[in-house]
């Protein structure tokens, strides 16, 4: 979705490639597919139905951009049980009887980027959203726990680079970065769009531009936002 200004979507894009094909994914999650149904957290009255894969529900995992594992296999498996979009997406494109998007390795040198970037984007979000004052304040409450942003940073690179969420030592995720034999092996949503090295064959949606989405189109209608 695109909102230039913030008062709400201007557009929505979408990928068609083979038509039908597209909707038969759809309607096999839709339709087929186990799920389980939540209360809102917001709206007690309203519910979200939400995947069940390998008899349990399925949750984000930052892991997945690392090794995606057998997500794109069938039935497939995953740390934690968990997926992205892209990788949920592949698993869909089997799961419907689309055949197998196989995945990409990508080289050590974007694993390195790639950890940089996220520590130091995690590490200038969290002190520009803390303050000086409010960071001050945590030094002093948590004086243990004195580098709050950098914790938080490590954390989130941990949970990239080995799938581990559960500490903010920087030494996980550095000595992930620090190895020149690591790489990643994953599907991005590049290569479900077959955009950049990605051939335009990688998924029924790959051989296509973007369209303009209306949703009062016939038949079923489905989005996803990210």
Known sequence: MYDPDGSGPEWTAWQLGDAMGAAQVADALWFNHPYVS?????????????????????????????DLQTVNQMPGSATNNGMVCSTFLAY?????????????????????????????????????????????????????????????GNQVANCMAAG????SSSSIWK????NSSTTATSISP????????????????????????QWNSGGNVYGCWQ
Do not use: M
């Open 38 to 66: 939540d209360v809102s957290h917001v709206d007690s009255g309203q519910y979200i139905d939400r995947p069940l894969w390998n008899g349990a529900r399925v949750p984000y995992s930052l892991f997945q951009y690392r």
């Open 175 to 178: 000595g992930v970065r620090d």
């Open 92 to 152: 869909a494109h089997n799961y419907a009887g689309r055949g197998l998007v196989s995945a990409y390795t990508y080289p050590h040198d974007r694993i390195a980027n790639a950890s940089n970037s996220l520590y130091t984007g995690v590490y200038n979000h969290c002190k520009a959203s803390l303050g000086w004052f409010e960071n001050a304040a945590l030094t002093v409450i948590c004086p243990v726990f004195w580098n709050v942003c950098g914790n938080a």
């Open 190 to 213: 590049d290569r479900i769009g077959g955009w950049g090295v990605h051939p335009i064959s990688s998924t029924l949606w790959a051989s296509d531009y973007s369209h303009q989405l």
């Open 164 to 167: 581990r969420c559960d500490t």
